[in-house]
Nanobody, 124 residues
Framework: VQLVESGGGSVQAGGSLRLSCAAS????????MAWFRRTPGKEREFVSG????????YYADSVKGRFTISRDNAKKTVFLQMSSLKPEDTAAYYC??????????????????WGQGTQVTVSS
């Protein structure tokens, strides 16, 4: 399984970005998908997750109300719409896949596959 993120970049505070993660797996619709982020010197941090059907979504408190996760199973892609971006959102963002969804969405060890990451930089 390959996960390829795109859509990162540089934006000013208050701006928006939309990240995409394209998966190369036939059974994409059976994977729970999530976004994590990491900044230098810090642990990888859960951002958001979505169940295989898209019926359930999960968010870290730090992004709730600003970020929206969605998926298109026909296109085997998961999205992260990020709005009202803050400098503290600056990080490398990683897409992750978990067969049937993890027991705990916030734990990185519950995921089977990871993308290479895409950098998001928010300037003040």
């Amino acid at each position: 399984v390959q996960l390829v993120e795109s859509g990162g970049g540089s934006v000013q505070a208050g701006g928006s970005l939309r990240l995409s993660c394209a998966a190369s797996v036939v059974t994409f619709s059976r994977y729970g998908m999530a976004w994590f982020r990491r900044t230098p010197g810090k642990e990888r941090e859960f951002v958001s997750g979505i169940s295989w059907s898209g019926g359930s979504t999960y968010y870290a408190d730090s992004v709730k109300g600003r970020f929206t996760i969605s998926r298109d199973n026909a296109k085997k892609t998961v999205f992260l719409q990020m709005s009202s971006l803050k400098p503290e959102d600056t990080a490398a963002y990683y897409c992750a896949a978990s067969w049937r969804g993890p027991a705990d969405w916030s734990k990185s060890d519950g995921y089977d596959y990871w993308g290479q990451g895409t950098q998001v930089t928010v300037s003040s």
